[in-house]
Nanobody, 116 residues
Framework: QVQLVESGGGLVQPGGSLRLSCAASGSIFSINAMGWYRQAPGKQRELVAVITSGRSTNYADSVKGRFTISRDNVKNTVYLQMNSLKLEDTAVYYC??????????WGQGTQVTVSS
């Protein structure tokens, strides 16, 4: 089992920045890719960014050039640096981890609100 705990959400004005953190514990040796998803009210959950154990990254087109995902394997933590935030980035952000055996783990979610 893997436990994921997110932190760093909050309220920010358009154009501002936030950094989300997700700390993993438990069977961390089994983790392959980690990433962030988000779900806005009335919308489906969507992929934001993902990073593999080899540090390959992939981003949703809507966040490319504004968001950066990174991973600290010593601290077992993945980060999402979000810059130039827009109103449409408002959502609950979920940390996700996938094991080498394709088991999915989710964090509890952290609210990000972009508002003036």
């Amino acid at each position: 089992q893997v436990q994921l705990v997110e932190s760093g959400g909050g309220l920010v004005q358009p154009g501002g920045s936030l950094r989300l953190s997700c700390a993993a514990s438990g069977s961390i040796f089994s983790i392959n890719a980690m990433g962030w998803y988000r779900q806005a009210p009335g919308k489906q959950r969507e992929l934001v960014a993902v990073i593999t154990s080899g540090r390959s990254t992939n981003y949703a087109d809507s966040v490319k050039g504004r968001f950066t995902i990174s991973r600290d394997n010593v601290k077992n933590t993945v980060y999402l640096q979000m810059n130039s935030l827009k109103l449409e980035d408002t959502a609950v952000y979920y940390c996700h981890a996938a094991s080498h055996l394709k088991v999915n783990y989710w964090g509890q979610g952290t609210q990000v609100t972009v508002s003036s």
